[in-house]
């Protein structure tokens, strides 16, 4: 085990509902722009291609990848698809990483999108809800943020917190949006405001399910996103100063039903009685631990060896939930946890700089993508070409952690990235 | 053929299912399959969207949970038991979610047709098919001492009534509308339950649901 793996370029492509591209032509689009970063990769470097994308229901085509990889002209290269729910991005990131890790590829291409906006909002809302157990809690009217309202509902009451803790991750990533030309918040809705979004406009924002309304839900969208997957030695070569070692890396999974997650057998051995109940996201805190272990990170002390974090805010509720199962707080210092701002780009681990799912947007395939390479330009230095300024620019960050999760927390991914 | 009680028996084809109830509730859905309905064209932008209907007829068979759905039709509430450590459940699960249990085949057990919310939330917004219901509660609530909840529609009192813990009841639907799904049953407060006395914060999901009442007027 004792290559590194590392992230040595990649791009995203604007994200948007509706938007007018081809998968074909986003993951191009992502390529050209990796190769203006670094001049030196051609596509013939690429070893292996992991695809990343949610659900053939949006395009209404089977294996689309297929399209998107001849396209590329790579025919020949080995290629397949990682399908895992939300957590799509940081499976195939995984995937690629055991690639490398394994030492049977040096290059590995990792490509994603969706095409949510080829649907209405509300039937896309019933796609995804084939995710879940369809026979059950599709069936029974529930569709996502109805099932993270009943988690967050449940969190809020046992935390005392309130509706306006979880609206200040509501605000936070889609006000950093706006530094972002490629989200989706800053190329939409925000020329309506041409203001920062504040905790009473998110009090104010219709009611999704309670306690979210509709700004505390991220977006729905069209996008990709691309990430080159490489052994140091390439990197050091071909993207000197502009990689990032992939220290540690960790997946795991819980129930596909939120409350079959009570007394679990699987859980009460690992974490006792009662956990996670349907208040945390279990695989989120043992995904936590095998990444924080393989990085050499204490649990208790990742919240300061940690300099910025790219986590799945598909609701500011589950931002909130995710920042105790990284054990960043507690259930004791929660409430100071978040109303003194410790994740905005002031506190001491800036969330979410990019936008993150509320603001940059939630393309489900390229989302863990984009989360990571968000990560990867800070990282590497790059935040202030790529966003407008260097307002959410976190200076001499060492080291990261990427968050990408599915279901109802059925599958969550932690990465930390490092400067070499 | 292995020999092992844990085995599920798959039953020699063909099913014949007798009982056809196949187009009960079909309305008018009929099957298109591929439909293309129109196009649209920007010269301007040089952009052409097409307009796809695609739908299909699937054929769910619940097999060995099965017992489930005719215990819905009949207004019976079957879940599953494990031999060996005694876990219950509803959704019920075919062999034991327990490691040192090794796949032992849970037991089919009739449900006292009663449980308690476990968690719940107001909903102002759902899936296509489910709109016109809104603001609805779905609750968790675990039945009859099971060691999981279910989610299903809380019925019966003000959304903003609900309250964690809460005691409530299975009501079936008129057996006429039963088609062996989870939506032939909801949740509904236990006899004698009676509403809190109204606080800030049911006042502030009651004025939250008013513009939701509103909306779902306007659809057709
Ligand atoms: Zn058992």
């Not at chain 2, 299975?170 to 109204?198: C, H, L």
């Given at each position: 085990?004792?290559?590194?793996?590392?992230?040595?370029?990649?791009?995203?492509?604007?994200?948007?509902?509706?938007?007018?591209?081809?998968?074909?032509?986003m993951i191009a689009n992502c390529v050209v722009e990796t190769q203006h970063d670094i001049p030196d990769f051609h596509l013939r470097d690429i070893q292996f291609m992991v695809y990343s994308h949610f659900s053939v229901h949006f395009g209404k085509q089977l294996c689309p990848e297929w399209i998107v990889h001849d396209h590329l002209g790579l025919v020949g290269v080995p290629h397949f698809r990682?399908?895992?729910?939300?957590?799509?991005?940081?499976?195939?990131?995984?995937?690629?990483?055991?690639?490398?890790?394994?030492?049977?590829?040096?290059?590995?291409?990792?490509?994603?999108?969706?095409?949510?906006?080829?649907?209405?909002?509300?039937?896309?809302?019933?796609?995804?809800?084939?995710?879940?157990?369809?026979?059950?809690?599709?069936?029974?009217?529930?569709?996502?943020?109805i099932y993270y309202a009943a988690m967050a509902y449940k969190f809020m009451k046992e935390h005392d917190l309130r509706e306006e803790d979880f609206a200040l991750a509501a605000i936070k990533n889609r006000n950093y949006a706006v530094d972002n030309p490629k989200s989706q918040w800053y190329r939409g809705e925000y020329r309506k405001y041409k203001r920062d979004l504040t905790v009473e406009d998110v009090m104010k924002s219709r009611l999704i399910s309670y306690p979210l309304k509709r700004y505390d839900c991220c977006l729905m969208s069209r996008g990709g996103a691309f990430a080159l997957v490489t052994t140091e030695e390439w990197a050091k070569k071909h993207s000197d100063g502009k990689y990032?070692?992939?220290?540690?890396?960790?997946?795991?999974?819980?129930?596909?039903?939120?409350?079959?997650?009570?007394?679990?057998?699987?859980?009460?051995?690992?974490?006792?009685?009662?956990?996670?109940?349907?208040?945390?996201?279990?695989?989120?805190?043992?995904?936590?631990?095998?990444?924080?272990?393989?990085?050499?990170?204490?649990?208790?002390?990742?919240?300061?060896?940690?300099?910025?974090?790219?986590?799945?805010?598909?609701?500011?509720?589950?931002?909130?939930?995710?920042?105790?199962?990284?054990?960043?707080?507690?259930?004791?210092?929660?409430?100071?946890?978040?109303?003194?701002?410790?994740?905005?780009?002031?506190?001491?681990?800036?969330?979410?700089?990019?936008?993150?799912?509320?603001?940059?947007?939630?393309?489900?395939?390229?989302?863990?993508?984009?989360?990571?390479?968000?990560?990867?330009?800070?990282?590497?230095?790059?935040?202030?070409?790529?966003?407008?300024?260097?307002?959410?620019?976190?200076?001499?960050?060492?080291?990261?952690?990427?968050?990408?999760?599915?279901?109802?927390?059925?599958?969550?991914?932690?990465?930390?990235?490092?400067?070499? | 053929?292995?020999?092992?009680?844990?085995?599920?028996?798959?039953?020699?084809?063909?099913?014949?299912?007798?009982?056809?109830?196949?187009?009960?509730?079909?309305?008018?859905?009929?099957?298109?399959?591929?439909?293309?309905?129109?196009?649209?064209?920007?010269?301007?932008?040089?952009?052409?969207?097409?307009?796809?209907?695609?739908?299909?007829?699937?054929?769910?068979?619940?097999?060995?949970?099965?017992?489930?759905?005719?215990?819905?039709?009949?207004?019976?509430?079957?879940?599953?038991?494990?031999?060996?450590?005694?876990?219950?459940?509803?959704?019920?699960?075919?062999?034991?979610?327990?490691?040192?249990?090794?796949?032992?085949?849970?037991?089919?057990?009739?449900?006292?047709?009663?449980?308690?919310?476990?968690?719940?939330?107001?909903?102002?917004?759902?899936?296509?098919?489910?709109?016109?219901?809104?603001?609805?509660?779905?609750?968790?609530?675990?039945?009859?001492?099971?060691?999981?909840?279910?989610?299903?529609?809380?019925?019966?009192?003000?959304?903003?009534?609900?309250?964690?813990?809460?005691?409530?009841?299975?009501?079936?639907?008129?057996?006429?509308?039963?088609?062996?799904?989870?939506?032939?049953?909801?949740?509904?407060?236990?006899?004698?339950?009676?509403?809190?006395?109204?606080?800030?914060?049911?006042?502030?999901?009651?004025?939250?649901?008013?513009?939701?009442?509103?909306?779902?007027?306007?659809?057709?």
């Open positions: 085990m004792s290559r590194r793996v590392c992230i040595a370029g990649g791009a995203t492509t604007p994200f948007g509902y509706p938007m007018h591209i081809t998968p074909e032509a990682v399908e895992n729910g939300g957590n799509t991005g940081g499976s195939a990131l995984y995937a690629a990483f055991l690639a490398v890790k394994s030492g049977m590829f040096d290059v590995v291409g990792v490509a994603g999108w969706e095409t949510m906006d080829n649907v209405t909002q509300s039937q896309g809302s019933e796609f995804i809800a084939l995710a879940s157990d369809t026979r059950y809690e599709a069936l029974a009217g529930g569709i996502y943020p990032v070692v992939i220290d540690g890396a960790g997946l795991s999974s819980c129930t596909i039903r939120a409350g079959d997650r009570l007394a679990f057998p699987g859980w009460t051995e690992r974490y006792g009685e009662g956990y996670p109940d349907m208040t945390e996201f279990a695989a989120c805190r043992s995904s936590g631990e095998m990444a924080y272990k393989m990085a050499g990170i204490d649990f208790k002390r990742a919240y300061k060896e940690i300099d910025v974090a790219e986590i799945h805010d598909a609701f500011s509720s589950s931002e909130v939930q995710i920042y105790k199962a990284l054990y960043w707080c507690d259930k004791e210092n929660i409430k100071e946890f978040l109303r003194e701002r410790r994740t905005f780009m002031e506190g001491d681990l800036p969330v979410n700089p990019g936008g993150g799912l509320m603001g940059f947007g939630h393309p489900v395939g390229a989302t863990g993508i984009m989360s990571a390479i968000e990560a990867y330009y800070q990282l590497t230095d790059q935040i202030p070409k790529k966003h407008f300024s260097s307002k959410t620019y976190v200076r001499d960050a060492q080291t990261a952690l990427v968050n990408s999760h599915a279901g109802t927390g059925t599958s969550i991914s932690n990465f930390i990235l490092r400067r070499p | 053929m292995v020999e092992d009680k844990r085995l599920h028996k798959i039953p020699d084809e063909p099913v014949e299912y007798p009982d056809k109830h196949s187009n009960d509730f079909r309305g008018e859905v009929k099957e298109w399959g591929f439909h293309f309905c129109g196009y649209d064209w920007d010269p301007a932008e040089e952009q052409f969207k097409i307009y796809l209907h695609y739908d299909q007829l699937y054929y769910w068979k619940l097999a060995e949970i099965s017992k489930m759905a005719r215990g819905f039709l009949d207004g019976e509430l079957w879940g599953t038991q494990c031999p060996k450590c005694g876990d219950k459940f509803f959704p019920p699960r075919v062999n034991c979610w327990n490691l040192d249990c090794e796949l032992e085949k849970t037991e089919w057990v009739r449900l006292k047709p009663e449980g308690h919310v476990h968690t719940f939330t107001i909903a102002g917004w759902s899936g296509k098919s489910s709109l016109k219901r809104l603001p609805f509660v779905l609750a968790y609530v675990v039945i009859d001492g099971c060691k999981t909840a279910v989610a299903n529609e809380l019925r019966g009192l003000d959304p903003w009534d609900a309250e964690f813990g809460m005691p409530v009841k299975v009501v079936w639907a008129p057996k006429e509308q039963r088609r062996g799904a989870i939506t032939d049953f909801w949740f509904e407060p236990a006899d004698g339950w009676k509403p809190s006395p109204m606080t800030p914060e049911k006042e502030r999901i009651k004025e939250l649901c008013q513009p939701v009442y509103e909306w779902v007027k306007t659809l057709k």
